[in-house]
């Protein structure tokens, strides 16, 4: 099909959807006139506040949000063009041809028995010395030697960490890091996304103190390095979290913080709703776009679906992480902005160097049930419609 609307130099797909349902970019009240007009003979403006054919406007858009919405797809693997011999994608391939079955069963045996036991001594490598070497640099007195060895020993454990992954990352813009006293943000697809920035650069960790071995990083790093960790009741207090974030940035000696304002990991073709707490706080802000190839393994950690342990397995069964990472120009609050337009603005720029489809939804979607603000958006839409054109008749 696509060979031939080529061939005959026909659209095939229209250019503005990126779903199995082509939707045009029109309003409510257009496309119920254009139902309206379709369907009567009767002049339009004569026509009752109210007609029955309305009804198919809300049933066709129903229909077509159960079948292809904009936001459920965001949180399920992103579906490849062409099967890369791992079961990376939501279909579940049968038997396809001789060739190709004996091709993935050597895949297997070299992901499993290979790269597998190669990756894990690796990122055990990793992890214990980013323990070790932490703690160690954490007994010595604070000036430039603690902050030197730190920050060499925070770089060699991440990339030692990112090899364990076959992580093939390419920086573009580095003239644009981040600085210190600022705050980086990011958009967010995996827990690695950690990783992959901090190979490349010294940042301060943001996040919830953990127990197990999460707990036991988390307490040697903050002995050699100024991270800023709450506990779980602290999180839920904003405005402790803001002023805590605000103490920091405010030391220009202190390093740039880390933040993933998404709040939950997307699946690498959006980017959801930004929260404004990190863009409340009056610091300078550096955008980073960050976009994997799937082609090679999918980066996405799906937690309603995968826990830690067998994210990770599949993350180390891979071919390989492939990524591309752009460091944008720093960005300022304007004046006239309130920290919501801020972080739109940057989530804009995110989208656009990355190459993302820009969403207003929020991520906590994911686990939250729709707003009735939401569901009644388009009711409102509907009677404002119809109550302005009431208003209309009655001044002629």
Known sequence: MERGAKEKNHQLY??????????????????????????????????????????????????????????TK??????????????????????????????????????????????IALAFTGISLLVVGTTMVGYLPNGRFKEFLSKHVHLMCYRICVRALTAIITYHDRKNRPRNGGICVANHTSPI?????????????????????????????????????????????????ARRLTEHVQDKSKLPILIFPEGTCINNTSVMMFKKGSFEIGATVYPVAIKYDPQFGDAFWNSSKYGMVTYLLRMMTSWAIVCSVWYLPPMTRQAEEDAVQFANRVKSAIARQGGLVDLLWDGGLKREKVKDTFKEEQQKLYSKMIVGNHEDRSRS
């Open 14 to 71: 229209k250019p503005y959807t990126n779903g199995i349902i082509a939707k045009d970019p029109t309003s409510l009240e257009e496309e119920i006139k254009e139902i309206r007009r379709s369907g009567s003979s009767k002049a339009l403006d004569n026509t009752p506040e109210f007609e029955l054919s309305d009804i198919f406007y809300f049933c066709r858009k129903g229909m077509e949000t159960i079948m292809d919405d904009e936001v």
């Open 74 to 119: 965001r949180f399920s693997a992103e579906e490849l063009e062409s099967w890369n011999l791992l079961s990376r994608t939501n279909y579940n391939f049968q038997y396809i041809s001789l060739r190709l079955t004996v091709l993935w069963g050597l895949g297997v045996l070299i992901r499993y028995c290979l790269l597998l036991p190669l990756r």
């Open 193 to 241: 996304d950690v990783i992959i920035l901090a190979s490349d650069g010294y940042y301060a960790m943001v996040g919830q103190v953990h127990g197990g071995l999460m707990g036991v990083i988390q307490r040697a790093m903050v002995k050699a390095c100024p991270h800023v960790w709450f506990e779980r009741s602290e999180v839920k207090d904003r405005h402790l979290v």
